[in-house]
Each structure stands twice: as structure tokens, then as C-alpha cells.
């Protein structure tokens, strides 16, 4: 789906991109993307050489689902010392939390195509657990306890 991205963002900025093909849910849930997507990095990582890529100038990059994989990727690899470090991350609208479905950004594009917030937590709770049993509760906000609630509010608030 994004081939053509990825060959517009090469030829443009020539540089070398990388595009990871990784395993998607309902079939394959949490943690199977994470690690496609992780692996696949430490390969190229590894074997920059052979690529040609200067280890001082690679990024990862990835939208929606995507960018949650990539912070997720970058995160794990800040504090290796025996890979080169990633120079930057490029995150295009990722899907970064899961506490708090009602904050103003859910609320004020609930009903913006494609993704419907309904339709964002449909699919991460597939990719999560595998059902959307809980899809209610999630949304009303009630699958975070209180305490958990009050020890992420400062980075997890309208304020």
C-alpha cells in the first residue's frame, strides 16, 4: 500500500528506504508487528555496509499503525551501544496511546474518515488482543485504572 511513497521519498531525497512488509491483525496480534518491524531493522542495521548507508543517517519513519511501530522500534534501540544510533524518527499520525479515547483530538475528528475513532479502536484492540470484546469499556475509559490514570495525566491530558 505504500510503495509508491516509498519510491517518491528515495528518488526525492535520495536516500535509500527500506519498507518493512509486516505480519498485520486480526491473524497475527501484539507482539508480531512489533517484531517484524524490529528485526527488520537490526538486520539493516547490522549490514549497513552492504547497503551502502552511512550509519549516521539512518531514520525510521512510519504513519498510523506504523508510527506506533517506529517510536516502539526507536525506544528499544536507544539504549543499544553496539548498533549505530538512529539519527531521527519521521511519525505521521501515529497512534501513540490507548489511555484515554475522549480526549478533545478523539473527540473533535470522531467522525473524520477513514479513521473513525470507533474504527481506530476497533483495529488496535484486534491488533492488541486478538477481539474487541471490551470495545464499549475502552471507549468510556474504563479499562485504565484510576491509579494508572493519575500517574500518566501529564502527558496524557487536554492540558
Known sequence: SHERICQ???KESGSLVVSVGYRLAPEHKYPAAYEDCLNATLHFLQHLQHYG???ARVTVCGD???GNLAAAVSQTLAGSSDLPRLRAQILIYPGLQALDFNLPSYQQNRG???LFREC???YSLHYVQGDTSNLEEVLEGAHVPPDMRLKYRKWVSPD
Do not use: E
Request: proline share 20%.
Open 112 to 114: 473524520v474518515p477513514p
Open 64 to 66: 498510523s499503525a506504523g
Open 120 to 122: 481506530v479502536l476497533y
Open 53 to 55: 548507508v552511512d550509519p
Open 8 to 10: 517518491y521519498i528515495a
